[in-house]
């Protein structure tokens, strides 16, 4: 069954459906992984999950996406790193973490008792950095997928790896080679044309899509005449991003047989359906958590009050049923 009136609104009104309307099926597989429903924690507000665990039900979301993890330690930028933005966030955090010895050690651990499936971002300055973090990650359990977290730079060449099809496909091939994990690219929008660079993943063994990262900006001080954020530029999350967004999970669901799990601006039910109906297997919520830790729980709910108010049984019906006029 397929969505006859893509222009309907969820709306918060106090009548839904009859208690006796069947509960639909929000379940997703993304590379073998079940998720019982298709909304995420994107890598970000939620860090490692235990820094936030006394405000947000993690339980709330279907699988964990970890803040990318790099092989030494990291303090990250310069304060401040967050500054709101009339349409969202930007943050200039500088991917802090403990190194992947401390992530082994202290995170990791953690991670495996929340029962979700888990999904380790790695970055680094080369391949090599990459091909050692996966490595050492394939040797661990309770690791349901790895994710490339390709808007680094690379050292060896000067370039960012997700901005460049050949670097892309380098990348990932040379991860793929090493890694017994399921392998998640997560795609930068900052580039002219994202599909020849998913395609370049696709091809190099990719077995997800992760899109898209934030988008580079700069926010100024009037009075001071310096950059808001103490490094300067830095990445922008949160509502308007999201038709970028959208633009480009459609983009690339189109082009690609490869599943896409989409983001970027996503705060409510409706929000997720508009990535699920262009084309997106999942969902992952990062910024919209900052101000109601229970988002989660409400896009959840407000996916099963649409599918029942559609009579539609399975969201994987609702999936890629975008229609172009």
Not at 33 to 57: M, N, W
Not at 259 to 288: H, K
Request: charged letters at 20%; one cysteine or more; hydrophobic letters at 45%.
């Amino acid at each position: 069954m397929r969505i006859t009136n893509h222009e309907s609104r969820i709306t918060d009104a106090a009548r839904g459906p009859s208690p006796q309307s069947p509960v639909p099926s929000l379940a997703v597989e993304i590379a073998g992984i079940k998720f019982v429903h298709p909304v995420l924690a994107a890598p970000g507000p939620l860090g490692f999950g235990r820094e936030v665990q006394s405000v947000v039900d993690l339980h709330s979301f279907a699988g964990f996406i970890t803040k990318s993890v790099t092989l030494d330690p990291r303090s990250g930028h310069p304060y401040p790193q967050v500054v709101p933005t009339a349409g969202g966030w930007l943050n200039s955090q500088g991917l802090p973490n403990h190194g992947l010895a401390g992530f082994l050690t202290k995170d990791l651990p953690y991670l495996r008792t929340l029962g979700i499936p888990l999904i380790v971002s790695i970055a680094g300055e080369s391949v090599r950095e990459f091909v050692t973090l996966a490595e050492w990650l394939s040797q661990e359990e309770g690791v349901a997928a790895v994710e490339l977290n390709v808007s680094c730079p690379n050292v060896d060449r000067g370039l960012v790896f997700g901005v460049d099809p050949q670097l892309t496909r380098e990348l990932v091939a040379a991860v793929r080679a090493v890694c017994r994990y399921p392998l998640f690219v997560k795609l930068t929008p900052n580039v002219t044309d994202i599909v020849p660079i998913a395609r370049a993943a696709e091809e190099a063994g990719a077995d997800a899509l992760s899109l898209v990262n934030t988008l580079v900006g700069l926010a100024v001080d009037v009075h001071t005449r310096r950059a808001k954020l103490g490094a300067g530029t830095g990445g922008l999350s949160g509502p308007a991003i999201r038709p970028i967004a959208v633009r480009m999970v459609w983009e690339v669901a189109r082009h690609c047989d490869t599943p896409v799990i989409g983001m970027g601006g996503i705060a409510t039910a409706e929000d997720a359906l508009e990535f699920l109906i262009a084309g997106a297997r999942a969902v992952a919520v990062g910024s919209a958590v900052i101000d109601r830790p229970s988002v989660a729980t409400e896009i959840r709910a407000g996916l099963v009050r649409y599918l029942q108010e559609h009579h539609v049984d399975d969201v994987a019906e609702v999936i890629g049923s975008l229609e172009v006029r």
